[in-house]
């Protein structure tokens, strides 16, 4: 977080974002410890910063992305471009390719 503080500025836009257009969101505490599809958002985003730290990164933004994948069922390339305020509600099966974009306050249920 030191290295790319944006990484925290996106998981807070994403959390309010939850809490403002899911309406079965009861609070930021149980979206952020319950909600795989956040979970999996954040995920994304740390391995996207290594992925774009160059050679040595891609490795582990590879691992993260394969965990991600196993454990959220939701796999999310990390060189994909997401902006903030993503939520994903449901994710099961969500998939989204090294050249998929997706803008701010993309809600995908």
């Not at 959390?15 to 403002?20: D, G, S």
């Not at 795989?36 to 774009?52: D, E, L, M, P, T």
Request: glycine fraction near 12%; proline fraction near 3%; charge should be negative.
């Amino acid at each position: 977080l030191k290295d790319d503080p944006s990484i925290l500025q996106m998981a807070v836009a994403d959390l309010k974002e939850f809490q403002v257009v899911d309406p079965a969101a009861d609070g930021l505490l149980s979206i952020y410890l319950y909600y795989k599809g956040f979970q999996a958002i954040q995920c994304y985003r740390v391995a996207h910063h290594y992925w774009n730290s160059g050679q040595d990164g891609r490795m582990l933004a590879r691992y993260l992305q394969s965990v991600m994948s196993d454990v959220y069922s939701i796999d999310i390339h990390p060189g994909a471009r997401l902006g903030k305020g993503i939520c994903v509600d449901h994710g099961t099966g969500l998939t989204i390719g090294e050249t998929g974009v997706l803008g701010d306050h993309v809600y995908i249920m």
